[in-house]
């Protein structure tokens, strides 16, 4: 029997402009694509304008790096 595979879920907070949210969904997925299907990943604009990302119970600063600096490359 095959079970159901829950995609990685991405919330992206609401004070990203709508524009931007697709392409910071797209890099995200792309970036988190080796982690268990069930993972939920958040993305945080912070009062400077810099999006930050939190992965649930995951504390893996090179990853997080990583896609932080993805995120701050997209215009």
Do not use: C, Y
């Amino acid at each position: 029997m095959l079970g159901w595979l829950v995609p990685v879920r991405v919330v992206v907070d609401p004070a990203v402009p709508e524009r931007k949210r697709g392409a910071i969904e797209e890099t995200i997925r792309a970036g988190v694509a080796a982690l268990p299907a069930d993972s939920f990943v958040v993305v945080t604009r912070l009062p400077s304008g810099r999006l930050t990302v939190f992965i649930n119970h995951l504390e893996e600063p090179e990853l997080l790096m990583r896609l932080e600096t993805a995120l701050s490359q997209l215009r």
